[in-house]
């Protein structure tokens, strides 16, 4: 169980390490987090937050995963390879604007109040 977990960090840490969008993710996290905490935050709203966060980081290493199994099985630029990747990319974009939405419902009627 123990060698499950540290497999599954040291996965988090290939994906950060070789994703910019990712580390780009976590340093938004980490701010998002430090403002929630001085805007007192309730619980509830630190949940929702939580759970937006989570979501994001979810889906990009989603989106990362998949664009690795797609250049190993289609190595050559194709349009189909293509395709997948933007359509993969997209979702982390849907997922973002989400993220986005949640936090004006949070953070404005924390910030003008």
């Known amino acids: 169980m123990i060698k499950?977990?540290?497999n599954a960090?040291?996965?988090v840490s290939d994906a950060?390490?070789?994703e910019h969008n990712l580390r780009i993710h976590f340093l938004?996290?980490?701010i998002v987090?430090?403002?929630a905490y001085f805007l007192k935050f309730s619980p509830q709203e630190f949940a929702i937050l939580t759970l937006t966060v989570f979501l994001v980081i979810i889906l990009e290493l989603i989106n990362t995963m998949i664009e690795?199994?797609?250049d190993i099985?289609?190595?050559e630029i194709s349009e189909r390879?293509?395709?997948i990747k933007d359509i993969s990319a997209s979702v982390v974009l849907f997922g973002a604007i989400a993220s986005i939405i949640v936090a004006i419902f949070l953070f404005v009627p924390k910030i003008w109040g």
Do not use: E, M, Y
């Open 4 to 6: 499950s977990f540290l």
């Open 9 to 11: 960090f040291r996965g």
């Open 16 to 18: 950060v390490k070789s």
């Open 28 to 30: 938004a996290s980490i």
């Open 33 to 35: 987090f430090v403002f």
């Open 68 to 70: 690795k199994v797609t």
């Open 73 to 75: 099985i289609s190595p």
């Open 81 to 83: 390879a293509r395709v």
